[in-house]
């Protein structure tokens, strides 16, 4: 059934997700990448990991 299959796939991700966050160390700054449509957002952290800041954001080229 596919409302079983939607499930199982959220707990395989979570899984996923709560594995990566155990294998980080407990504190130090993050970097993160936000790939949207039309621009890649660039962001780190503090090493608290409380506050995130913009570093940049970079236009993307077209892909034709």
């Known amino acids: 059934d596919r409302s079983q299959d939607i499930s199982l796939s959220q707990q395989n991700?979570?899984?996923?997700?709560?594995?990566?966050?155990?294998?980080?160390?407990?504190?130090?700054?993050?970097?993160?990448?936000?790939?949207?449509e039309k621009?890649?957002?660039?962001?780190?952290?503090?090493?608290s990991r409380m506050i995130a800041?913009?570093?940049d954001t970079i236009q993307r080229r077209d892909r034709k």
């Open 13 to 36: 991700f979570s899984r996923r997700v709560s594995d990566f966050l155990a294998a980080l160390p407990r504190m130090g700054a993050l970097l993160g990448v936000d790939p949207g």
């Open 53 to 55: 800041s913009s570093l």
């Open 39 to 47: 621009r890649i957002g660039v962001a780190v952290s503090d090493v």
